[in-house]
């Protein structure tokens, strides 16, 4: 009678736990490979986290993992080194083909593993695991279980390397804090890359120690009038090591010869006609340039970008070349030409907007395309050269896109982006002639001219950046708005327990 009782109990919860579980593929981005099997797991107050051995490096994962469960479960998680059964098990044995960032997660009735041959992959399975997990995980306070995984495998490597997104810090001034927020978010779609869009007509937001008035007036306002602000270097090494800790690797930005008005203010010297300009807050671009001619330009130029390298562990330094109206063609394509070589030698991989593709691209640069069209010939020639490409289209990954003629913040020169148009594209195909390969990643920019606060942010990146993420990480074969959108409005609940004030797109179907 006693082993019938127990057993009675012990079915009871299982099988509240069954109905409650997250089915195995029911997450953004979508997995490469999804094969339910066999009975859920379910955590308990004794439920560990293990770091198997060998795997020493897999440790911040694990302290981070506990972190993110801790709270609303109630549970004590304990990391411990050796595999002590009934745990979530991290391993850093993984299978090489993994590569650096996939991960294989296994769950059952025993526990959960994820391997991984590097701590990206253990990261990114830890990002898997937490959408499997009831979207109440994500709250603060402690909430009721069960906390029930699906059974079954997952084996997940993403689609391109480089997958991104962009926070104009410029037109509008954003804390540390505020960043930080941004970079826990992007980890849980798994980018990998955050650019920061350092540098505008509007404000320069990064301390310079050769020229300090860029930060402290160069800095001192924004769109709007308001008191902008700028990061000292160890603010910025603050927001390099924190994404750091989230696998995400910090693109700086100083956007030249054009949206350099906020530098042209500061230091009188670097304007043609010697004679500083005021400081702009409007919303205009293409009005302001470096001054080609000058041999101050290049002085200037190369102390920026050092101070910049010397703050960066990764290996880019994006150099704009967007919209230089105001800079002679010829006088455009000297500068990016004199400019790049100084991003090779501070050991640097040059990053500019595909303007950059009117000079000449040096070896092993990449141009990011903006457009709308798909059908620039300068663009698509130097990818055939070897240029690399980062794709971010605006009429479908501009975060700052209105969603539609009613939305309360956002622009609308490249048309309106709905949920579906965020999706609806290939970044293999997108840019017409040019060649699959050449396409290292995607990239989705959020320009802050209409945008201030942090639930600003958020009602532009939700559920957009989502959908270029995917299109960042999943398979092209699993390509599928009915799909999508499943999954996508399952997120819902977790935004709404992370606090993030989502755009309620009509074309979801949210619970
Ligand atoms: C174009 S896209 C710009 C930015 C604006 C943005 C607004 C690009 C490289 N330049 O200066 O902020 O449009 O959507």
Same mark, same amino acid.
């Given at each position: 009678?006693?082993?019938?009782?127990?057993?009675?109990?012990?079915?009871a919860?299982?099988?509240?736990a069954t109905?409650?579980a997250?089915p #195995?593929?029911q997450v953004v981005?979508v997995p490469?490979?999804?094969?339910p099997?066999?009975?859920?797991f379910?955590?308990?107050?004794a439920?560990r986290?293990?770091?198997?051995a060998?795997s020493?490096a897999?440790?911040?994962?694990a302290?981070y993992?506990a =972190?993110?469960?801790?709270?609303? +479960?109630?549970y004590r998680?304990?990391?411990?080194?050796?595999?002590?059964?009934?745990a *979530?098990?991290?391993?850093l044995d993984?299978?090489?083909?993994l590569?650096?960032?996939g991960y294989?997660?296994t769950? =059952?009735?025993g526990?959960?593993?994820?391997?991984?041959?590097?701590p990206?992959?253990l990261?990114h399975?830890?990002?898997?695991l937490?959408q499997l997990?009831?979207a109440?995980?994500?709250?603060?306070?402690r909430q009721?279980?069960?906390?029930?995984?699906a059974?079954g495998?997952?084996?997940d !490597? %993403?689609?391109y390397?480089?997958?991104?997104?962009?926070?104009d !810090?410029a037109r509008?001034?954003f +804390?540390?804090?505020?960043?930080e927020?941004?970079?826990?978010e992007?980890?849980?779609y798994?980018?990998?890359?955050?650019?920061?869009h350092l540098t505008?007509?509007?404000?320069?937001r990064?301390?310079?120690s050769a020229y300090p008035?860029?930060? /402290?007036?160069?800095?001192?306002t924004?769109?709007?009038g308001?008191p902008?602000g700028?990061y000292?270097?160890?603010?910025?090494q603050?927001i390099?090591? @924190?994404?750091a800790?989230?696998?995400?690797?910090v693109v700086p930005?100083v956007d030249m010869p054009?949206?350099t008005n906020?530098a042209?203010?500061s230091y009188?010297?670097?304007n043609c006609n010697?004679?500083?300009?005021?400081?702009y807050?409007?919303t205009?671009v293409?009005?302001?340039s470096?001054c080609?001619?000058?041999d101050?330009? @290049?002085?200037?130029?190369?102390q920026v970008?050092r101070? *910049?390298?010397a703050?960066t562990?990764?290996p @880019?330094?994006h150099?704009? =070349?967007?919209e230089?109206?105001?800079?002679? %063609?010829?006088?455009?394509?000297?500068?990016?030409?004199?400019i790049q070589?100084?991003?090779?030698?501070?050991?640097?991989?040059v990053?500019?907007?595909?303007?950059?593709?009117?000079?000449?691209?040096?070896?092993g640069?990449?141009?990011? @395309?903006w457009?709308?069209?798909?059908n620039?010939?300068?663009v698509v020639?130097?990818?055939?050269?070897? +240029?690399k490409?980062?794709m971010s289209p605006a009429?479908?990954?501009?975060?700052?896109?209105?969603y539609?003629? /009613?939305? %309360? #913040?956002?622009?609308?020169w490249?048309g309106y982006?709905?949920?579906?148009d965020?999706?609806g594209w290939d970044?293999?195909?997108?840019?017409?002639g040019?060649p699959?390969?050449?396409?290292?990643g !995607?990239?989705?920019?959020?320009?802050?001219e209409t945008?201030? +606060?942090e639930?600003?942010?958020?009602?532009?990146a939700?559920?957009?950046?989502?959908? *270029?993420?995917e299109?960042?990480?999943? &398979?092209a074969?699993?390509?599928n708005w009915e /799909?999508?959108?499943v999954? #996508?409005a399952?997120?819902?609940p977790?935004?709404?327990?992370?606090?993030?004030?989502?755009?309620r797109? &009509?074309?979801v179907g949210?619970?």
């Amino acid at each position: 009678a006693a082993g019938t009782g127990t057993a009675v109990q012990a079915a009871a919860p299982a099988t509240a736990a069954t109905v409650a579980a997250t089915p #195995l593929g029911q997450v953004v981005p979508v997995p490469a490979s999804v094969r339910p099997h066999g009975a859920p797991f379910t955590l308990t107050p004794a439920t560990r986290i293990d770091v198997a051995a060998r795997s020493r490096a897999a440790r911040p994962v694990a302290d981070y993992l506990a =972190g993110l469960l801790r709270p609303a +479960t109630g549970y004590r998680l304990p990391v411990t080194a050796a595999r002590t059964g009934g745990a *979530i098990v991290l391993r850093l044995d993984g299978d090489r083909a993994l590569g650096d960032e996939g991960y294989r997660l296994t769950s =059952g009735p025993g526990g959960v593993e994820i391997r991984a041959a590097r701590p990206a992959g253990l990261f990114h399975g830890v990002q898997t695991l937490r959408q499997l997990l009831p979207a109440g995980v994500e709250r603060h306070v402690r909430q009721h279980g069960p906390w029930t995984v699906a059974g079954g495998t997952i084996t997940d !490597v %993403p689609r391109y390397s480089y997958r991104g997104a962009m926070l104009d !810090v410029a037109r509008h001034f954003f +804390t540390v804090p505020q960043v930080e927020r941004y970079i826990d978010e992007l980890a849980l779609y798994k980018v990998n890359r955050l650019h920061l869009h350092l540098t505008d007509d509007q404000g320069w937001r990064i301390a310079v120690s050769a020229y300090p008035r860029l930060a /402290s007036y160069g800095g001192s306002t924004e769109v709007g009038g308001g008191p902008g602000g700028y990061y000292t270097k160890a603010q910025y090494q603050q927001i390099v090591r @924190y994404a750091a800790s989230r696998f995400l690797t910090v693109v700086p930005e100083v956007d030249m010869p054009a949206h350099t008005n906020a530098a042209l203010a500061s230091y009188a010297d670097l304007n043609c006609n010697g004679v500083a300009p005021p400081l702009y807050t409007g919303t205009k671009v293409g009005f302001s340039s470096l001054c080609v001619p000058k041999d101050v330009t @290049y002085r200037f130029v190369a102390q920026v970008l050092r101070e *910049i390298a010397a703050l960066t562990p990764g290996p @880019y330094l994006h150099i704009g =070349g967007d919209e230089a109206h105001s800079t002679k %063609p010829a006088d455009y394509v000297s500068f990016m030409d004199r400019i790049q070589p100084i991003v090779g030698k501070l050991g640097k991989t040059v990053i500019g907007w595909h303007q950059l593709t009117d000079a000449h691209p040096v070896r092993g640069a990449i141009a990011q @395309y903006w457009g709308t069209a798909g059908n620039e010939a300068k663009v698509v020639a130097a990818a055939k050269a070897g +240029t690399k490409l980062v794709m971010s289209p605006a009429n479908h990954a501009y975060l700052d896109m209105k969603y539609n003629p /009613s939305s %309360p #913040l956002g622009l609308n020169w490249a048309g309106y982006v709905e949920v579906k148009d965020a999706y609806g594209w290939d970044p293999a195909t997108f840019l017409r002639g040019a060649p699959a390969s050449a396409v290292l990643g !995607v990239e989705a920019p959020l320009w802050s001219e209409t945008i201030s +606060t942090e639930d600003h942010i958020n009602y532009l990146a939700f559920p957009r950046l989502p959908a *270029i993420a995917e299109l960042g990480w999943s &398979p092209a074969a699993t390509h599928n708005w009915e /799909s999508f959108r499943v999954r #996508l409005a399952a997120q819902g609940p977790r935004w709404d327990a992370l606090g993030i004030d989502y755009y309620r797109s &009509p074309q979801v179907g949210w619970p």
